[in-house]
């Protein structure tokens, strides 16, 4: 360096660059420990690989789990599960004790009740006819999943149904339509070829009258619907 005859391998704008990278890593790590985390939430769980945007509710006793992403303006309930390789949101909301297994996407427009369970790579989409090369965020259509549904694993919601109150979807069915309160829907598309209890187990009728021989639930089937009669365990 004395002699000039020899140029450095870095310079002071070099190490400049190196320092500007090194304060926006400590800074996004910062954000992601921390934002939208109420600071009373001891409770909540964030695996160290996952990132929780700004403006983010989670409640007390969730866990999120590796690699996974929360989007901003997301609400997460109390005591949910979300797995590994999540993507939730931006502002999807998420009812309490629900269940969002690995390789899930839940995107804006879509709401779960609680005590939803949702599938290993189970899919919503929130556009009915989409084009890569025409922007439509201002079409999305909402998709309600009402308390206690079952998504089986490599099921397909289409944007804009409605699923009942315990329904249940068998794995790899598409669902293009409403389902009723407690059906069993399977196929492609998504047929109804039954009725569950509450408990998740299949209802067998004696003149549209059914007693769930897991639970004790009894059931009274009109037309297209199922009505609670008898609940034996109280939730």
Known sequence: MREGEKKTLTDGHEGLRVLKILAAAEKSIALTASAGIPSNSSEVFIHETACVDE???????????????????SSIGQRCVIGQNVVIGPEVEIGNRCKVQNNVSLYKGIRLEDEIFCGPSCVFTNVYNPRAFIERKHEFLPTL???GATIGANATIICGVTIGRYAMIGAGAVVKKDVPDYAVVTGVPAKQIGWACQCGVTLKFVHDLANCSYCGNQYKREANSLTIIREENDR
């Open 145 to 147: 999943v009402k308390r």
């Open 55 to 73: 403006g983010v509710s989670i409640g007390n006793g969730t866990k999120v789990w590796h690699f996974s992403h929360i989007l901003k303006g």
